[in-house]
């Protein structure tokens, strides 16, 4: 949503891209989905960690619908701690800074 006063002006050239997202979603190696929760008990952010480490997940996006209780530095950090295979981890500090 829009502030009334903001006027959606869509890119002709950039039309597109809303398909080609979806298109990537619906690919074969995006068919997974993994239900963090133990019998019906939503996972901590450890075990939620340790899941994706054990499910060999290398990517974690997360807009503040399931980590809440951890700053993104802290969740980068305990994930590194976890998955020896991860190299770096790129997140978004607190003033919105991208950082590795």
């Not at 080609?20 to 068919?31: I, K, S, T």
């Not at 802290?74 to 976890?82: K, P």
Request: charged share 25%; glycine share 4%; hydrophobic share 40%.
């Amino acid at each position: 949503m829009l502030p009334q006063t903001i006027k959606q002006d869509d890119l002709p050239s950039l039309l597109q891209t809303n398909a080609e997202v979806l298109c990537y979603l619906l690919e074969d190696r995006n068919g997974k989905c993994y239900h963090a929760a133990n019998n019906n008990r939503r996972l901590t952010e450890m075990e939620t960690l340790k899941l994706l480490c054990n499910k060999k997940i290398r990517i974690l996006i997360d807009a503040g619908a399931h980590i809440l209780e951890m700053e993104n530095r802290d969740v980068a950090g305990a994930w590194l701690n976890i998955d020896y295979e991860a190299e770096g981890a790129v997140y978004f500090g607190s003033n919105s800074q991208i950082l590795v």
